[in-house]
């Protein structure tokens, strides 16, 4: 199975920051394009951001100006470096190849409150 694992969440006030990273095999982070994606309660997994092998990347209007997301392919991991955090960006956080091949893992808790 192809799979990653998910670190770094936590409970922040907001305006605060935490780093996400996300770890799996070598084959992986070197030729697929990564993405991060939460999910609230309630509600559907929505898209985060994502970066192609080559570093372009993408992000969901929600959190533009305030989250980046990076790889290292030589530590196979992703990162996911998130600013200015708000209340609405609660939610658990998931990594998976871009076309969401692996198997999801258990995901890591984002709660932002004051």
């Known amino acids: 199975q192809v799979q990653v694992a998910e670190s770094g969440g936590g409970l922040v006030q907001p305006g605060e920051s935490l780093r996400l990273s996300c770890v799996g095999s070598r084959i992986v982070f070197r030729i697929y394009a990564m993405a991060w994606y939460r999910q609230a309660p309630g509600k559907q997994r929505e898209l985060v951001a994502d970066?192609?092998?080559?570093?372009?990347?993408h992000y969901a209007d929600s959190v533009k100006g305030r989250f980046t997301i990076s790889r290292d392919n030589a530590k196979n991991t992703v990162y996911l470096q998130m600013n200015s955090l708000k209340p609405e960006d609660t939610a658990l956080y998931y990594c998976?190849?871009?076309?969401?091949?692996?198997?999801w893992g258990q995901g890591t808790q984002v709660t932002v409150s004051s």
């Open positions: 970066i192609t092998t080559g570093g372009s990347t």
């Open positions: 998976n190849t871009m076309g969401q091949g692996a198997s």
